[in-house]
């Protein structure tokens, strides 16, 4: 896992200050990196749930998703922000508002786990403290533990 984050990195830092950059637009790179990270959790067991959730944040803005996750699964969110977030961070919060686990930086491609005990709609949210442009441009995934034979 840690080889295939480490080749995600390089990927993302030859994009970003690569030629790439100034020919693709930050929405386009995020989605691109995202596409790649579906690869390698798919590698680790994780398939795809929907569509990537995209969004733009000013510095100082908040966004929220809302995801129905069903009880006994495993989850998981991946957010990418373009090169251009300063700061920010992610959380998920529960039907309730609790905080399912910690909170995350924004700038480093965060991933947060649930495994609820309940079925219920879980909210991510992405709050933007600095970004170097006017908004940054950032998207989310969300993907389930691939069940087990004997589950299926």
């Not at 965060?110 to 006017?134: F, H, Q, V």
């Amino acid at each position: 896992m840690r080889q295939a984050f480490l080749t995600l990195a390089a990927i993302a830092a030859a994009l970003a200050t690569g030629p790439a950059l100034a020919k693709t637009e930050p929405a386009t790179w995020v989605n691109r990196i995202l596409a790649e990270w579906d690869q390698i959790q798919a590698k680790d067991g994780w398939v795809a749930q929907g569509e990537i959730r995209p969004g733009t944040l000013p510095s100082g803005g908040q966004a929220s998703l809302d995801y129905p996750l069903a009880a006994g699964r495993t989850y998981r969110v991946v957010v990418v922000c373009e090169p251009g977030c300063g700061a920010g961070d992610v959380e998920l919060l529960d039907p309730a508002g609790a905080k399912v686990g910690e909170t995350k930086a924004l700038v480093e491609m965060p991933r947060l786990d649930a495994a609820p005990a309940a079925a219920g709609t879980y909210r991510l949210r992405i709050a933007m403290t600095d970004c170097a442009s006017e908004s940054c441009a950032w998207s989310a995934r969300l993907y389930a533990m691939r069940a087990a034979k004997s589950e299926k």
